[in-house]
């Protein structure tokens, strides 16, 4: 049965202000570097293509590694959303475009945090 409660894919995606109405979870994408690159790339597409927006996550410990690589990987236009430890004080949501993400520090911390993508079409 299940039981009424937050759920942070949820509710990084309803504060991300990007498409709601069609989305995939697509959990934790690959440690390896290169196959992270890949992965980026494919669903960079696939978000331009079906105007989708791209929801996964990353253990905490490894959040600014996966971002540096998002970040040399896709698209300026890109937006990215980091939701990160929310529902707590220290509750931060950001969405920008990749561009955006470059010009200004871009790191998370060992935080919970979901990652949102939707690339431009």
Same mark, same amino acid.
């Given at each position: 049965m299940p039981l009424v409660g937050p759920s942070s894919i949820t509710l990084a995606l309803m504060a991300s202000?990007?498409?709601g109405q069609r989305f995939a979870f697509c959990g934790y994408l690959p440690r390896d570097r290169t196959e992270l690159k890949k992965r980026f790339k494919e669903l960079e597409l696939r978000s331009g293509k079906e105007k989708? #927006?791209?929801i996964f996550i990353e #253990? @905490?410990?490894r959040n600014d590694a996966l971002l540096a690589v998002l970040l040399e990987t896709c698209a300026a236009g #890109?937006?990215?959303c980091v939701a990160a430890d929310l529902t707590l004080p220290s509750e931060s949501v950001q969405t920008r475009t990749v561009a955006d993400w470059k010009r200004r520090s871009a790191a998370i911390g060992k935080r @919970?945090?979901?990652f949102l993508l939707l690339a431009r079409r």
């Amino acid at each position: 049965m299940p039981l009424v409660g937050p759920s942070s894919i949820t509710l990084a995606l309803m504060a991300s202000g990007l498409e709601g109405q069609r989305f995939a979870f697509c959990g934790y994408l690959p440690r390896d570097r290169t196959e992270l690159k890949k992965r980026f790339k494919e669903l960079e597409l696939r978000s331009g293509k079906e105007k989708e #927006t791209e929801i996964f996550i990353e #253990t @905490p410990y490894r959040n600014d590694a996966l971002l540096a690589v998002l970040l040399e990987t896709c698209a300026a236009g #890109t937006r990215l959303c980091v939701a990160a430890d929310l529902t707590l004080p220290s509750e931060s949501v950001q969405t920008r475009t990749v561009a955006d993400w470059k010009r200004r520090s871009a790191a998370i911390g060992k935080r @919970p945090a979901v990652f949102l993508l939707l690339a431009r079409r």
